[in-house]
């Protein structure tokens, strides 16, 4: 009889380690979740599978171990894409979501990572507030761009960090939150 729960466990561990290996990618690629999903961004809401307020452990049961944790703030990124994952530990709950390098998330009405900010403010309208902020040395002073009462934010590479003159490029980031004090450049 005890050698029938010795095999039981035995098969149990071989199963678990199995699964575990289907979930971890060690070379980075997104989560099948993530390449499935719909790629809809919607402001204040989700970026495609993930939405503000899921808890992490859903998260993580959603897309599996991130390839990267870390950051002033506690992040979980997902693939050679950096699909960004922001966590409020105190409330266990998704507060930012964020996309860089990635085109295919897009909002309904077409603003994804890349967008100039003219192409912005025609797809969206004015920004709801604009502001130049202190970055890591190597990117100069960004902008970050906030639509949709700062629902979703568009972060510029501008090395004077003037806001009066339009950011050379397309968006660095896209970030979704449920508040613009929420909107943090998660790129590590």
Same mark, same amino acid.
């Given at each position: 009889? *005890?050698?029938?729960? &010795?095999?039981?466990?035995?098969i149990?561990?071989?199963?678990? #380690? ?6 971890v990618? *060690?070379?980075? /690629? ?6 499935s999903? @719909?790629h809809?961004?919607? *402001?204040?809401?989700r970026?495609?599978?993930? =939405?503000?307020?899921m =808890?992490p452990?859903?998260? %993580?049961? &959603?897309?599996? $171990?991130? =390839?990267? #944790? ?6 979980w +990124? %997902?693939? @050679? ?5 922001r966590?409020? !530990? ?10 860089h ?5 897009? #909002?309904? /009405?077409?603003?994804?990572y ?6 912005? @403010? ?10 130049? %902020? #202190?970055?890591?040395? @190597? +990117?100069?002073?960004p902008?970050?761009?906030?639509? !949709?009462?700062g629902k979703?934010?568009?972060?510029? /590479?501008?090395?004077s960090? /003037?806001?009066?003159s $339009?950011p $050379?490029?397309?968006?660095a980031? &896209?970030s979704?939150? +449920? ?5 943090v450049?998660?790129?590590?």
């Open positions: 009889m *005890p050698y029938r729960h &010795l095999q039981k466990a035995v149990a561990v071989v199963l678990l #380690t199995l699964t575990a290996c289907a979930i990618d *060690p070379q980075g /690629e997104e989560p099948a979740a993530l390449k999903s @719909d809809v961004v919607v *402001p204040g809401d970026i495609g599978p993930v =939405s503000l307020g =808890s452990k859903a998260v %993580y049961q &959603l897309l599996g $171990p991130p =390839s990267w #944790t870390g950051g002033a703030a506690f992040l +990124r %997902y693939g @050679d894409s950096a699909f960004y994952v966590v409020d !530990n105190l409330h266990s709950q998704i507060i930012q979501v964020a996309v390098n990635d085109a295919s998330f897009h #909002t309904a /009405e077409g603003a994804r890349g967008t100039t900010l003219q192409e912005l @403010d025609r797809i969206l309208g004015a920004p709801y507030r604009m502001e130049s %902020y #202190t970055s890591w040395p @190597d +990117r100069g002073k902008i970050r761009a906030g639509f !949709n009462e979703i934010a568009f972060f510029f /590479e501008v090395p960090g /003037e806001l009066n $339009p $050379p490029g397309g968006a980031v &896209l979704i939150q +449920r508040t613009w004090e929420d909107a450049d998660l790129r590590q």
